[in-house]
């Protein structure tokens, strides 16, 4: 069975950085979307980032464009995501995802395509 755990969340003061890692218990994901989703206090979780398995396309909310970078390192089986210039509004529990689709030569944002979640880990960006 597949487990992603998230590693790496904290409380940060608005303009730190964060590094999330998620890493894969089993199987190699080198051919597989790997995405970030966060979901804010009474809010829908929503998409952040997402890389394909050669991390030759990556996609980025509008949201964190320019602050946040997703990247990965498949021989660790692990993606992380960089997040730079924190602001309050980062505040929300961070899931990682993968898509087993195989192919894709662009990453999704819909939640639904992704089949395996990790447990979260909670991002607080507060002075």
């Known amino acids: 069975q597949l487990q992603l755990v998230e590693s790496g969340g904290g409380l940060v003061p608005p303009g730190g950085s964060l590094r999330l890692s998620c890493a894969a218990s089993?199987?190699?994901?080198?051919?597989?979307?790997l995405a970030w989703f966060r979901q804010a206090p009474g809010k829908e979780r929503e998409f952040v980032a997402a890389?394909?398995?050669?991390?030759?396309?990556?996609i980025y909310a509008d949201s964190v464009k320019g602050r946040l970078t997703i990247s990965r390192d498949n021989a660790k089986n692990t993606v992380y995501l960089q997040m730079n210039s924190l602001k309050p509004e980062d505040t929300a529990v961070y899931y990682c995802?993968?898509?087993?689709?195989?192919?894709?030569?662009?990453?999704?944002?819909?939640?639904?395509?992704?089949?395996?979640w990790g447990q979260g880990t909670q991002v607080t960006v507060s002075s």
């Open positions: 995802a993968v898509d087993l689709t195989t192919g894709r030569v662009v990453p999704t944002t819909r939640e639904q395509s992704y089949d395996y």
């Open positions: 089993t199987e190699t994901l080198d051919y597989y979307v």
């Open positions: 890389t394909t398995g050669s991390g030759g396309s990556t």
